[in-house]
């Protein structure tokens, strides 16, 4: 580990084939998020939604986003053909029962729009790596306090799930629950909130001792100059966005 | 402390050296090891840019949280292609390449203390200070480690060694340093000490037999494969192996947190599940006493523990207030267990562990942090408790803890999953 004169720097995996310009990252993710919710047309929406899980897959995080999929809308999809198609027989502002077909299509709506706007905004932040996310950020304009701070925040939820997870474990180990099934994992929230809040808030504070005495996150932005980005995959993200928003808000405003 | 002001008052630290930092619990040496580390901010020397780097015994705050993947984790720290190189000569040396792809978290404890070390040397920073850390590791991995810091001394780095097992250092190197931190006991709880003439009132011994016992993580490869043996009770057993051969992971198939893949755990000859009813016969207290404290107070713990069984106010050693007096922790009540210093969680989390009243309990490296008279009072308690017909599995690395031992057994797992008896 003796250190050379001129110590060749660390760079990370380049993928830059996969890697747009953070600027046009996060603008094909607004005009993409902004098109579905302008777009009435189901059978668009839902060759939307097919074309950002295909993308995801691609991108890697398949099974987070089939995760979601599967927890909140599947459920939120059930629920809401109930009350739309079912309860209320009809889309909003029109008389109950009198169209169910309508009442079906609007929740359908809703449920595909939901799962666009969540499928690109985890194309464009969750899939950047999280190494790579302080630089990406950095390039964005976000630098300083306010940088560890938003890297800090994105950290925070797969801790929290960690952490929920060991102080079910250490309740099991202690004997104070035996009924893993899901109502009783329910049951366990309660007593979950304050460790893991208390926990949180401790392993906060030694992250960010953590960070500051390394200079972690001053390190990883201060590569950011290393990162290459592609105009090509830059191109192939804009181009698709911009058409589909030029199309919703034509429909939009059009009629 | 006052940064260093106080640092320099400790003679025989010499810079770009390693010196071995000695002293009992409680006499500051953790203070002194945070401000060391953290007073190298603002030097900028030939090699680095004045960074510290403070490794904790609780290795798992010492990861970034930024990394995905071990990989990751040392890349993220590496201020060279040559650091990053070394590292993974290191890795290579100890055959555990395979661990690059995983996540830091899922590691063992002992695997976690080697990343935690290996990503803070890789950062070549001005001041290191590995606080118990590397007494986690097993003979292989502790050596290995111990010649990569040496050889990492490099031109600008002073680094800090804080452990119990200060013979285990010599073989590094002659040109190490050992400087002693005086007690100060108005500073902490103090050393344990055995309190004379205390009885103990232990729970119905049971033997255990492990039948073919296999386990496999989800989505992982077999940790344990066909593990069978007989646990008697009224003796020590010496759990031991390699870092990461799966020993905290037999520890928790026993207490019943996790449920193996094949096999059968009998107690007293009768096929049990104890997945079903966790922590009833077999209590298990974690190497890491974070992930195993969760109550907002050191009373509320032990009342945890006793709550677990149900188990009713006994005279002797596993009651609260004998448990307090051993522990000394009668002042820490109202305490919440998480603002204690590392030495105290592990003794906290020891109490409420016996607190259970269980027939078997599991020291996962009991001895982490202790200073030797505490360490002595440990294996005491332990060899009263078997002495009393209680069934005592111990993972620990210490040779010299394994000598204060009363005729304990050794059970060794290998890298291969099995066991070695």
């Not at chain 2, 640092?7 to 000695?22: E, W």
């Not at chain 2, 006994?314 to 051993?326: E, V």
């Not at chain 2, 009991?366 to 209680?390: F, K």
Request: aromatic share 6%.
């Amino acid at each position: 580990m003796e250190s050379a004169s001129e110590p060749q720097p660390v760079s990370f995996d380049q993928k830059e084939m996969l890697r747009p310009y953070p600027i046009i990252r996060m603008l094909s993710g607004a005009l993409g998020i902004l098109a579905g919710f302008w777009t009435s047309d189901i059978r668009i929406l839902f060759t939307a939604a097919l074309a950002v899980s295909a993308l995801v897959v691609v991108a890697g995080i398949g099974r987070r986003y089939a995760a979601l999929c599967l927890k909140v809308f599947l459920p939120l999809s059930l629920g809401l053909l109930l009350v739309w198609g079912g309860i209320m027989g009809a889309p909003p502002g029109t008389p109950i029962g009198a169209d169910r077909i309508g009442g079906l299509t609007f929740a359908m709506l809703v449920v595909l729009r939901l799962l666009v706007a969540s499928g690109i905004s985890q194309l464009c932040i969750l899939a950047i790596p999280s190494h790579e996310l302080p630089q990406v950020l950095s390039v964005c304009g976000i630098k300083g306090d306010l940088l560890a701070s938003v890297v800090a925040a994105f950290a925070l939820v797969p801790e929290l799930e960690l952490r929920t997870q060991q102080v079910l474990t250490a309740r099991y180990a202690r004997g104070l629950s035996k009924n893993r099934s899901f109502f009783g994992l329910m049951a366990h929230i309660p007593l979950l909130l304050r460790p893991v809040l208390t926990w949180t808030l401790r392993s906060s504070i030694h992250r960010s001792e953590l960070w500051s005495q390394r200079r972690l996150i001053e390190r990883l932005e201060a590569r950011s100059s290393d990162l290459r980005w592609s105009r090509l995959a830059s191109i192939v993200w804009l181009i698709p966005a911009c058409a589909w928003f030029a199309y919703a808000a034509l429909a939009r405003f059009q009629g | 402390m006052n940064s260093l002001q106080d640092s320099h008052q400790l003679k025989g630290i010499v810079p770009r050296n390693v010196t071995v930092v000695r002293g009992p619990n409680f006499s500051g040496r953790t203070d002194f090891l945070r401000a060391f580390a953290a007073a190298a901010a603002g030097h900028s020397g030939n090699n680095n840019n004045g960074l510290g780097a403070y490794v904790p015994a609780e290795v798992y705050n010492s990861l970034s949280g930024l990394a995905v993947t071990v990989k990751e984790e040392i890349e993220l720290h590496a201020q060279s292609v040559a650091c990053l190189a070394s590292a993974q000569h290191l890795f290579s040396e100890l055959g555990i390449d395979h661990l690059y792809g995983r996540s830091p978290f899922t590691l063992s404890g002992g695997e976690q203390a080697l990343l935690a070390v290996t990503s803070a040397l890789a950062l070549q920073p001005r001041h290191l200070a590995v606080d118990c850390a590397l007494e986690q590791l097993d003979t292989d991995f502790r050596t290995a480690t111990l010649n990569y810091i040496e050889s990492a001394r490099h031109a600008d780095a002073t680094i800090l060694i804080a452990d119990n097992r200060l013979a285990e250092y010599r073989m590094a190197s002659s040109a190490w340093l050992a400087v002693d931190m005086s007690p100060a006991p108005e500073r902490g709880a103090g050393s344990l000490t055995f309190p004379s003439g205390m009885a103990t009132s232990i729970p119905k011994p049971v033997k255990i037999t492990l039948d073919g016992l296999s386990f496999k993580y989800p989505g992982g490869a077999d940790v344990l494969r066909n593990v069978s043996t007989d646990l008697e009770p009224g003796n020590i057993y010496l759990l031991s192996g390699k870092n990461g051969t799966g020993k905290s992971t037999l520890a928790k198939l026993l207490c019943g947190v996790l449920r193996p893949t094949k096999g059968k755990i009998v107690f007293d000859n009768r096929e049990t599940e104890p997945w079903k009813a966790p922590g009833q016969t077999v209590a298990y207290h974690f190497q890491n006493p974070d992930l195993q404290l969760f109550a907002m107070s050191v009373d509320e713990e032990l009342q945890l523990g006793l709550q677990a069984t149900k188990t009713a106010a006994q005279p002797g050693i596993l009651t609260k207030d004998s448990l307090l007096a051993l522990f000394a922790l009668r002042g820490l009540l109202e305490e919440h267990p998480l603002d204690l210093p590392f030495v105290l969680r592990k003794r906290v989390a020891m109490a409420a562990t016996l607190a259970m009243h269980c027939s078997w309990v599991i020291l996962d490296e009991p001895t982490l942090g202790q200073d030797q008279a505490s360490i002595r009072t440990i294996a005491e308690v332990i060899n009263l408790l078997a002495g009393n017909g209680l069934g005592v599995v111990i993972i620990n690395h210490s040779d010299e803890f394994r000598s204060l031992l009363a005729k304990p057994k050794t059970l060794r797992l290998s890298g291969a999953g099995g066991l070695v008896q």
